[in-house]
């Protein structure tokens, strides 16, 4: 079970989008995400007639490290870690700083 799922809201903490906001678009493997609006980096592509592309220039999303980001705490506005509790026999992850459960 990993602490940071994909559509969990998420702020970015070092690089050169830090303090931007985003969702998990999906997760690339386990220590990977796609963040929407973050890391996103110029690609040329060349036009294929049988698919129907036109080349040129397009924007594209790049993975970024789980560590590089923190879960958003809607109720504090910051960005917050993410821990688990067993609470009434199912496993949940909850804000370590307040200990509220996330929701989903």
């Known amino acids: 079970m990993s602490k940071i799922r994909k559509d969990d809201e998420v ?11 985003g ?20 690609k040329a592509v060349r036009p294929n007639p ?26 504090t506005g910051k960005a917050d870690r993410a821990g688990f509790k067993v609470v009434d026999g199912k496993k949940v992850r909850l804000y370590k700083s307040s200990g509220e459960v996330v929701k989903v």
Do not use: C, W
């Open 11 to 21: 702020i970015v903490l070092v690089g050169k989008d830090k303090g931007k906001r």
């Open 50 to 75: 049988m698919v129907g592309t036109t080349g040129g220039i397009v924007d594209k999303l790049m993975p970024i490290h789980v560590s590089n980001v923190a879960l958003f705490n809607a109720t």
């Open 23 to 42: 969702v998990v678009k999906q997760r690339v493997d386990e220590n990977y995400i796609v963040v929407e609006g973050v890391n996103v980096a110029k």
